[in-house]
């Protein structure tokens, strides 16, 4: 079964920097887009960026500027580098893997991973 396995969370101090990586494991003919969002405590779950199979990438206005997104389609894996970090940067973050086609089934699917904690120190 497809899985996907996020790393590099970590605390750091504002104005650090942090690249996390999630990596899609399983049978995985292609995936459409991977990305990244967030979740703070008793906020709901934002999109921080994505990247098409095609390299179009997507970001929160909150984001931009700071924040890279990069993929290695041959390796199913994605990348954030988190630069000029803010305390508001604190939260879990997911990573997403959209229109997965894989060898389980004959349609697409979504899949997400367990998180990873990015804590941002002032």
């Known amino acids: 079964q497809v899985q996907l396995v996020e790393s590099g969370g970590g605390l750091v101090q504002a104005g650090g920097s942090l690249t996390l990586s999630c990596a899609a494991s399983?049978?995985?003919?292609?995936?459409?887009?991977m990305g990244w969002y967030r979740q703070a405590p008793g906020k709901q779950r934002e999109l921080v960026a994505t990247?098409?199979?095609?390299?179009?990438?997507n970001y929160a206005d909150s984001v931009k500027g700071r924040f890279t997104i990069s993929r290695h389609n041959a390796k199913y894996t994605t990348y954030l580098q988190m630069n000029s970090l803010k305390p508001q940067d604190t939260a879990v973050y997911y990573c997403?893997?959209?229109?997965?086609?894989?060898?389980?089934?004959?349609?697409?699917?979504?899949?997400w991973g367990q998180g990873t904690q990015v804590t941002v120190s002032s």
């Open positions: 399983g049978t995985i003919f292609s995936i459409n887009a």
């Open positions: 990247i098409t199979s095609g390299g179009s990438t």
């Open positions: 997403n893997a959209e229109g997965v086609y894989s060898g389980d089934y004959y349609a697409p699917r979504d899949y």
